[in-house]
């Protein structure tokens, strides 16, 4: 603003005329050491003016009979009062003025709304390095941070919102970045856990299989009692095969649904949205409040440069009237001189209305100087103030880059986090489903295992029951044929009660664990159901399996069951003739030949009875060993 002032141009000539420009610059802003120069120079000038002057009146009263020779003394004096007075006109700018203009007018004059105490804070405060942040920020989107660069980065941030007035970033920054590379958005850790069961599943597998060949071995071999050991070893099996699915399951299910994650991610973005709109509220606020600012500045700038413009129109005017006078007198004081004699009186007039128009002279000029001091102390106080506003402007814009970049990057690393949580969930939902499969297999095998060794238990259970009701018969026989073995049949039936309540509670066991199982399944069932994977439940398999099992077995029992119904066909026959017989016998009142006891040997029909009923019961024997064998 100094540099394009008129009032500032005669200084600077005479100045870059005494010493170098880069001097002269240095000069004026050296405030101090020219303002007293200036004063020292003017207060010369000013005794030179006024001490001539006094020469001359000195001249006019003492020397007037040298008349011609103090007229040509009066002109040279004239001629170098003319010159002190064009540098005194020139220099005087400089003259130190004592000026109460301050920051304090500026503001009540043109009514501005940043208050001074505002102002002298914000300065302190200095412009943020938007790029460094920007690095920053790339660097915690683009990579995960190792410890220390992490410690390192949350101190830069905090510096950074320490000495800018700006918020501070690490709130918004740090624990984004934290969620952003955090354990919950990779399967790591769900891969590892996996893995470290895959060994334990594979040898469950390998040893399954293995002793459930050695349990189709043993019943090949007929050795039942080892296949039933070996059928409840594959059982135990398979229900810790079953808890190590369950658990790789929950492994999955663990991180795959994270409603509370992104839930919490969103009220994250709400907080730090409202911290950055509310810091940019109010650097637009700041922001806008200083354009005012600046433009009452111009404003009243404009008023003072075209008030200064008018006062220096004026002063110029004065300075020429004055001139005009200065030198309309001396050619008056010319033409007296031709006629000083005569016309002394009005010289001597003519002389002191010079001092006075020379003491009026440089009154208006030390006026004027007033003036100008005050015109450019207003304008210096105008420029810092302009200047100070101008930095504080654009300190503003760079605080809004600033957090234009933070939102930038909330934005993206927000959107990575809600990329890789998709992923993951597709991922985990993969291997969901396979563990599901897995467990469908699994789930499988031990349903129909154990509904085998189940059906087998209560098949078992049904010939004890036959077992029961032979010897019930053998019981009944021995007290009719007085077989000594009856004791011993009744201990086998209590033996065998025995057994088929021992059955009974292993049919329990493994009735309670298969429903156990189907319960802990129906999760997995629906869940496999509505991915679309399509399956016979192992319940309904089993029955289809179970439905052949007894065909088979039926056709083996209605086999035998022919063989006993032949028998006690042949024996209604004999009791019916043996019947009739003896009604006959009755009747007649004597015995007939075939009522006389009799060895089977004795006859036809008697040695073939024997022979069927003795092969028939013997057959029988034999079916009914082998299934209380099993």
């Not at 009146?57 to 002190?84: F, G, N, P, V, W």
């Not at 433009?295 to 413009?309: P, T």
């Not at 599901?436 to 031990?446: A, D, E, P, T």
């Amino acid at each position: 603003m100094a540099d394009t002032d008129p009032g500032f141009t005669t200084v600077l000539q005479n100045l870059q005329r005494s010493m170098g420009k880069a001097e002269a610059d240095k000069a004026e802003d050296d405030d101090v050491f020219e303002m007293a120069r200036a004063k020292i120079k003017n207060l010369k000038l000013k005794t030179q003016v006024e001490e001539t002057e006094i020469a001359i009146k000195e001249l006019h009263d003492e020397h007037l009979h040298e008349a011609h020779k103090q007229r040509e003394e009066i002109t040279i004096l004239h001629q170098r009062a003319d010159d002190y007075m064009d540098q005194f006109d020139l220099e005087g700018n400089k003259t130190v003025i004592e000026t109460q203009y301050t920051p304090t007018d500026m503001y009540k004059i043109c009514q501005l709304t940043v208050p001074l105490q505002e102002v002298d804070d914000l300065t302190d405060y200095i412009a943020p390095d938007v790029e460094a942040v920007r690095q920053i920020l790339e660097e915690l989107l683009a990579q995960k941070a190792g410890r220390r660069r992490r410690e390192f980065l949350e101190d830069e941030l905090r510096n950074i919102a320490a000495i800018h007035n700006s918020p501070d970033l690490v709130d918004v920054v740090l624990p984004l970045h934290d969620l952003n590379w955090s354990d919950l958005l990779n399967n790591d850790t769900v891969w590892e856990q996996l893995n470290n069961s895959d060994a334990q599943v594979k040898h469950l597998q390998l040893r399954i299989e293995e002793i459930d060949a050695d349990r189709q071995d043993a019943l090949n071999n007929d050795d039942i009692i080892l296949a039933e050991q070996l059928h409840d070893q594959v059982i135990a099996l398979l229900e810790e095969f079953i808890e190590i699915i369950k658990d790789r399951i929950k492994i999955c299910k663990g991180k795959g649904h994270r409603p509370d994650l992104l839930a919490k991610l969103e009220r994250f973005k709400q907080d730090s949205y409202g911290t950055i709109d509310k810091f940019k509220n109010g650097q637009y606020n700041l922001k806008d409040r200083l354009n005012d600012d600046l433009a009452k500045l111009d404003d009243h700038d404009l008023q003072m440069k075209e008030a200064n413009r008018r006062a220096v129109e004026i002063f110029e005017e004065f300075k020429v009237r004055n001139a005009e006078c200065i030198d309309a007198n001396e050619k008056k004081q010319n033409e007296i001189w031709d006629h000083i004699l005569d016309l002394y009186a009005q010289l001597k007039a003519l002389g002191d209305e010079r001092w006075d128009l020379v003491a009026q002279r440089v009154e208006e000029t030390e006026k004027e100087d007033n003036r100008k001091a005050e015109y450019n102390k207003m304008r210096l106080v105008h420029r810092d103030h302009y200047n100070t506003l101008l930095n504080l402007r654009d300190k503003a814009d760079d605080s809004l880059d600033l957090l234009k970049a933070v939102e930038d990057y909330l934005n993206k690393a927000s959107e990575d986090v809600y990329i890789k949580s998709e992923q993951i969930d597709i991922e985990l939902n993969g291997l969901l489903l396979d563990e599901q499969k897995n467990y469908l297999s699994v789930f499988r095998r031990y349903y129909l295992t154990c509904g085998e060794l189940k059906y087998k238990k209560e098949k078992r259970q049904q010939a004890i029951d036959k077992t029961v009701r032979k010897h019930d018969e053998q019981i009944e026989i021995a007290k009719e044929t007085l077989d000594p073995n009856s004791r011993r049949y009744k201990e086998a039936q209590t033996d065998a009660l025995l057994l088929r309540e021992e059955i009974q509670k292993k049919i329990g066991i493994i009735s309670n664990k298969m429903d156990k199982a189907c319960d802990d399944f129906e999760e997995t069932e629906h869940s496999l159901n509505a991915a679309g994977v399509s399956f016979l439940h192992p319940s309904i398999e089993l029955q289809e399996i179970n439905v052949d099992r007894r065909a088979n077995l039926n056709v083996v029992a209605k086999k035998y069951a022919t063989k006993d119904k032949d028998e006690i066909d042949v024996e209604d026959d004999v009791i019916g003739v043996i019947n009739s017989e003896t009604q006959k016998a009755k009747s007649t009142g004597g015995l007939s030949s075939s009522m006389r006891p009799q060895s089977p040997t004795h006859s036809r029909r008697g040695i073939k009875r024997y022979v069927l009923q003795s092969r028939t019961r013997q057959e029988v024997f034999q079916h009914t060993d082998r299934h209380e064998e099993y």
